[in-house]
């Protein structure tokens, strides 16, 4: 249960005490103003330079490839971990961005 939802149970359960209420629609009004002025982390901002630059070369590729092949045949790619770019890749399948697909034992990328 998040905070949001526990601060509107505590004001639904006491609706009768106007002081707890007023107390819980203003943590759930602070909560909402900072989940709004969130911006990106430099990490996040790198993320997704890299995950633009692997969805460009994914739409170059003919065929499905896997982590290593990308790695090893580009050198953007090659100062990154395979863990780093299959995170990435991980993030641009749920994302819809790439395709991943499994033949056998191998998993295989293809841009989406």
Do not use: Y
Request: aromatic share 6%; glycine share 4%; charged share 25%.
């Amino acid at each position: 249960m998040t905070k949001r939802e526990m601060f509107t149970l505590i004001a639904t359960v006491n609706a009768d005490n106007t002081e707890i209420v007023d107390f819980c629609n203003h943590e759930i009004e602070l909560i909402d103003k900072r989940s709004n002025t969130k911006s990106p982390t430099k990490n996040q901002k790198e993320n997704e330079v890299l995950m633009d630059t692997i969805e460009g070369i994914l739409w170059g590729l003919e065929e499905p490839t896997s982590i290593t092949n990308l790695i090893v045949s580009n050198v953007t790619l090659s100062s990154f971990s395979n863990q780093k770019i299959s995170a990435m890749l991980r993030k641009m399948v749920d994302a819809g961005r790439a395709i991943k697909v499994i033949e056998g034992k191998k998993t295989l990328f293809f841009h989406a």
